[in-house]
């Protein structure tokens, strides 16, 4: 008997056997499973608190990602599309629209220009930007290393961009009646704000152009129809680089006007718009 006790004494001390190689190997994928179901519960978590302060619940969660994706986030390069700037050129394109369908029907008095004045003062990258951070959507952009590094996060054309994107994920998944109930929610206040005098689009347009070592702007005559007493004038402006950008007006100075309002609009030129 004395002889045996060595040897219980040992086990003893040795304590519980360690898991063999096969139960590490068949516990791995269960802690994966369990890593990843928690990240996708994250996921979800942060996505209902986007789509909270936004007012709309994506059908489609992917779209929601991407347009809160920079192209820094993204581990090639290659794949820019999958990045928020397909959804950033598509919401551009909405928030016009359904801007100026607001106008259309809040300001029956007034002209053309006027309209396009005030539709440059409410589509700009600072006016988007705005409607970014008055919803908390800055903490929520996905910056890889380089964009984080470069301080993309600051940078008011992306935010604007973000909020562009958002419109473009809204309209894809939820149809037009969804993208103007998110515009008319966050613009209707800007769009019956008192405004400041605003400055001459095609002066700003020119400073503008300077300021990139571009050349001055040329306008051009593209059409005139209507009678002579009552003529309609469309007027193309030019700049390197850059597509065309046209307007209609009554004369050509204010056709001029209205071609420089569309690119500055669409360029997201600051100081072509009332700020205030």
Same mark, same amino acid.
């Given at each position: 008997? %004395?002889?045996?006790?060595?040897?219980?004494?040992?086990?003893?001390?040795?304590?519980?056997?360690?898991?063999?190689p096969d139960g590490d190997a068949k516990a791995?994928?269960?802690?994966?499973?369990?890593?990843?179901?928690?990240?996708?519960?994250? !996921?979800?978590?942060? %996505?209902?608190?986007?789509?909270? #302060?936004?007012?709309?619940?994506?059908?489609? !969660?992917?779209?929601?990602?991407?347009?809160?994706?920079?192209? !820094?986030?993204?581990?090639?390069?290659?794949?820019?599309?999958?990045?928020?700037?397909?959804?950033?050129?598509?919401?551009?394109?909405?928030?016009?629209?359904?801007?100026?369908?607001?106008?259309? #029907?809040?300001?029956?008095?007034?002209?053309?220009?006027?309209?396009?004045?005030?539709?440059?003062?409410?589509? #700009?990258?600072?006016?988007?930007?705005?409607?970014?951070?008055?919803?908390?959507?800055?903490?929520?952009?996905?910056?890889?290393?380089?964009?984080?590094?470069?301080?993309?996060?600051?940078?008011?054309?992306?935010?604007?961009?973000?909020? =562009?994107?958002?419109?473009?994920?809204?309209?894809?998944?939820?149809?037009?009646?969804?993208?103007?109930?998110?515009?008319?929610? %966050?613009?209707? =206040?800007?769009?019956?704000?008192?405004?400041?005098?605003?400055?001459?689009?095609?002066?700003?347009?020119?400073?503008?152009?300077?300021?990139?070592?571009?050349?001055?702007?040329?306008?051009?005559?593209?059409?005139?129809?209507?009678?002579?007493?009552?003529?309609?004038?469309?007027?193309?402006?030019?700049?390197?680089?850059? =597509?065309? @950008? =046209?307007?209609?007006?009554?004369?050509? #100075?204010?056709?001029?006007?209205? @071609?420089?309002?569309?690119?500055? @609009?669409?360029?997201?030129?600051?100081?072509?718009? %009332?700020?205030?």
């Open positions: 008997m %004395n002889d045996d006790s060595p040897d219980i004494q040992t086990a003893e001390l040795a304590g519980p056997a360690s898991p063999t791995a994928p269960a802690r994966k499973k369990r890593t990843k179901s928690s990240a996708k519960r994250a !996921s979800k978590a942060a %996505n209902a608190a986007i789509e909270a #302060r936004i007012g709309h619940s994506f059908a489609d !969660s992917s779209l929601l990602a991407t347009a809160f994706t920079h192209v !820094s986030a993204l581990k090639s390069a290659r794949k820019r599309g999958d990045s928020y700037q397909r959804l950033e050129f598509l919401g551009d394109h909405v928030l016009g629209l359904i801007v100026s369908d607001m106008l259309y #029907r809040a300001f029956p008095g007034a002209d053309e220009g006027e309209l396009s004045k005030r539709l440059a003062d409410l589509v #700009r990258k600072e006016s988007c930007a705005d409607v970014a951070k008055s919803l908390g959507l800055l903490d929520d952009i996905k910056l890889g290393a380089v964009g984080a590094g470069a301080g993309v996060r600051l940078r008011k054309s992306v935010l604007g961009d973000v909020c =562009e994107a958002v419109i473009g994920a809204i309209f894809l998944d939820g149809g037009y009646t969804a993208a103007a109930g998110f515009v008319e929610r %966050n613009w209707t =206040e800007r769009m019956h704000k008192p405004r400041r005098p605003l400055r001459d689009p095609k002066t700003v347009l020119q400073e503008w152009a300077q300021g990139k070592g571009l050349p001055t702007p040329v306008y051009r005559e593209v059409e005139r129809t209507g009678p002579h007493h009552d003529p309609q004038f469309r007027v193309a402006v030019d700049l390197p680089g850059l =597509e065309p @950008a =046209e307007g209609v007006g009554g004369s050509k #100075r204010a056709a001029e006007k209205v @071609a420089a309002s569309v690119m500055i @609009a669409r360029e997201g030129v600051g100081g072509g718009s %009332n700020d205030g």
